[in-house]
């Protein structure tokens, strides 16, 4: 389903784009696409499983503009027969060559910084992301930034049909209020999610999404992380 387009306030009746970055007391970071710069290698990997089954490979700036979650309906969307072949296959095909390759990959520009001056603040930060579980414990040790969080929460399974339950079970366990949290994402999915939360939401046009599918939307969007202490300090 794409879900471009405007987004409705938060739950606790406040438009996303007033909130007050003083108010903010915990930071909740989205992964793929927000703390690592891995959208061509993901553009890679399907091209690799596009062309095994004769199907025209896409651009960076295609993916940027159709990619979405359920990542199930993203497949379908970019021409995949899920009647002919089992979405399961594809995803774990996908998984395989995106674990196999993850290494060669970047954190984003500007994410250490980031990360440290949350710290330094004494902001609690939280990993919130569809990734398996285990393979994002397992990345965030190798990235060597594992530290950096007091909780990560991840999916059961490598299927990344969305996230929103993760972290809506996460505040209701944590007792703070949504206006003092803000989550840092690169998708309209991420925007979905922190509506559904009732939390802040601010998105980095450098992931998965293009600037303009979010700048469509009811939401704070900087060009990189570079921008976001400039933002915090303003």
């Known amino acids: 389903m794409d879900i471009v387009g405007p987004c409705p306030k938060q739950k606790n009746g406040r438009p996303i784009s007033s909130m007050n970055f003083k108010e903010i007391k915990h930071i909740i970071w989205d992964w ?18 596009r062309a095994k089954r004769s199907l025209s490979p896409i651009s960076l700036e295609n993916y940027r503009e159709t990619f979405d979650f359920p990542v199930i309906e993203y497949y379908r969307r970019i021409g995949f027969d899920l009647e002919k072949e089992s979405f399961e296959i594809l995803s774990n095909e996908f998984i395989n060559g995106y674990i196999a390759s993850r290494k060669n990959v970047q954190l984003q520009q500007g994410a250490l910084d980031a ?35 007091k909780t990560v929460l991840g999916l059961e399974h490598h299927y990344a049909d969305g996230k929103g339950h993760l972290g809506e079970t996460w505040l209701k366990k944590n007792p703070i209020e949504p206006k003092h949290v803000l989550f840092i994402g690169d998708t309209l999915h991420d925007l979905d999610v922190a509506n559904t939360m009732g939390i802040n939401c601010l998105l980095v046009a450098k992931g998965h999404h293009s600037k303009e599918r979010l700048e469509s939307a009811q939401v704070t969007v900087i060009n990189d992380l570079k921008e976001l202490i400039t933002i915090f300090k303003a």
């Open 115 to 149: 990360l440290n001056y949350f710290r330094k603040r004494n902001l609690p930060q939280c990993m919130l992301s569809a990734t398996q579980l285990e393979t994002l414990k397992q990345t965030l040790d190798e990235y060597g930034i594992e530290h950096y969080f």
């Open 32 to 49: 793929n696409g927000t703390l690592v710069d891995d959208a061509q290698l993901c553009v890679d990997i399907m091209n690799g499983i």
